[in-house]
T-cell receptor
């Protein structure tokens, strides 16, 4: 059984478009995250979210927004895509501040 | 904010030898230090973690040590096998088990185990 899943696995789109990446976890966790991994494999936190608070890393452009329809899902919506948004995006989940489990990633390519 | 430095960036060892990866962190308030293994095309997988109230933790062939005074922590893999080949990331975070933790990652180490 997949613990943290993401769709799509690959996403190719043009500059200026708006796109969403979906994330679902079946671990019963209450906290979810989005991370960005650049071409040099550097991993950086973008958001953490639970029913208490949304924490946004200050370097994340406001074109990026997390949307959580329920505790098991945290989708990432990106407006006006730019070339520099090309990266691999990982969703993760945890029970509060405990161990984080990552999804398989979504490779976003902006042309 | 927190800054985590990791070295070496690449490490090649012969099968059966040990591998050591080292990380330093900047914020003395950091209290949780996980290590992740990332295989090609996959997401990071948690392999071991340690909290600041513990100096060492071991799980089979993997061990982590933490020196709070020096603000550094290390991953030790003994009896390496070809399937240990991957990119390894250290991370650090501040916070408690009762709230979300934002991990700050090191830059990764590409470990290659030569048969």
């Amino acid at each position: 059984d997949t613990a943290v899943s993401q769709t799509p696995k690959y996403l190719v789109t043009q500059m200026g478009n708006d796109k969403s990446i979906k994330c679902e976890q079946n671990l019963g966790h209450d906290t979810m995250y989005w991370y960005k991994q650049d071409s040099k494999k550097f991993l950086k936190i973008m958001f953490s979210y639970n029913n208490k608070e949304l924490i946004i890393n200050e370097t994340v452009p406001n074109r990026f927004s997390p949307k959580s329809p329920d505790k098991a899902h945290l989708n990432l919506h990106i407006n006006s895509l730019e070339l520099g948004d090309s990266a691999v995006y990982f969703c993760a989940s945890s029970q509060e501040g405990k161990k984080q489990y990552f999804g398989p990633g979504t490779r976003l390519t902006v042309t | 904010g927190e800054n985590v430095e990791q070295h070496p960036s690449t490490l090649s060892v012969q099968e059966g030898d040990s591998a050591v990866i080292k990380c330093t962190y900047s914020d003395s308030a950091s209290n949780y230090f996980p290590w992740y293994k990332q295989e090609l095309g996959k997401g990071p997988q948690l392999i071991i973690d340690i909290r600041s109230n513990v100096g060492e933790k071991k799980d089979q062939r993997i061990a982590v040590t933490l020196n709070k005074t020096a603000k550094h922590f290390s991953l030790h893999i003994t009896e390496t096998q070809p399937e240990d080949s991957a990119v390894y990331f250290c991370a650090a975070s501040i916070g408690s088990s009762g709230s979300a933790r934002q991990l700050t990652f090191g830059s990764g180490t590409q470990l290659t185990v030569l048969p």
